[in-house]
């Protein structure tokens, strides 16, 4: 079964710095990769997501992730964050061993201070 | 516009009561799954569904049914519930595709 590790729980940062956001996962198998954004008291919305071809993919809202297969790495990037950019942040893996189901990491809280 | 919503919104209720929350999608949606929400979890599988009468368990099932009679619903009912069981709760469904899409969820409080 795969596996989905956010390597960190809370990343505090400034308005307008650039911020990261990293993922690693675990996987036998080619699985597909999302991150979706949770904001206070609302559901899951997805932010972008990659399934095959180029290993940059351009989300919604300035974000933007890199696939890197041989580090097994999907990390979130912004150049210059927004206040409006405080939320929750999931990584998850789809496919592979667990056909048909999301599977989760644990979310980093993600705080823009002005 | 399609969507999916959930109900209730908010929900206390006391240990051994069983609880009934609802989902329902306007997609046309061919699956459909149950999660729910604790800190430092993340979202976890309770149940989902591939079609109807079809359902399956996921990671963490005990204490929690489903039942799928149409496309458009697939209630959770946590049978007698426990203080365990306090959690936001969300629905998702997807097309035959990867992509899920998320209820609004629902805060339960089990007394």
């Known amino acids: 079964a795969q596996s989905v590790t956010q390597l960190d729980s809370q990343v505090p940062v400034f308005e307008e710095a650039p911020v990261e956001l990293r993922c690693n996962y675990s996987s036998s198998v080619s699985v597909y990769l999302f991150w979706y954004v949770q904001y206070p008291n609302q559901g899951l919305q997805l932010l972008l997501k990659y399934l095959s071809g180029s290993t940059l993919v351009k989300g919604i809202n300035g974000f933007e992730a890199e696939f890197n297969k041989s580090q097994t790495s999907f990390h979130l990037r912004k150049p210059s964050v927004h206040i409006s950019d405080t939320a929750e942040y999931f990584c998850a893996v789809f496919g592979g061993t667990s056909y048909g189901k999301l599977t989760f990491g644990q979310g980093t809280i993600l705080t823009v201070h002005p | 516009d399609a969507e999916i919503t959930q109900s209730p919104r908010h929900k206390i209720t006391e240990t051994g009561r069983q609880v009934t929350l609802a989902c329902h999608q306007t997609?046309?949606?061919?699956?459909m799954f149950w999660y729910r929400q604790d800190l430092g979890h993340g979202l976890r599988l309770i149940h989902y569904?591939?079609?109807?009468?079809?359902?399956n368990k996921g990671e963490v099932s005990d204490g929690y049914s489903v039942s799928r009679s149409n496309t458009e619903d697939l209630p959770l009912t946590l049978e007698s519930a426990a203080s365990s069981q306090t959690s936001v709760y969300f629905c998702a469904s997807s097309d035959h595709g990867e992509t899920q899409y998320f209820g609004p969820g629902t805060r339960l409080l089990v007394l």
């Open positions: 997609w046309n949606h061919n699956n």
């Open positions: 569904s591939y079609g109807v009468q079809d359902t």
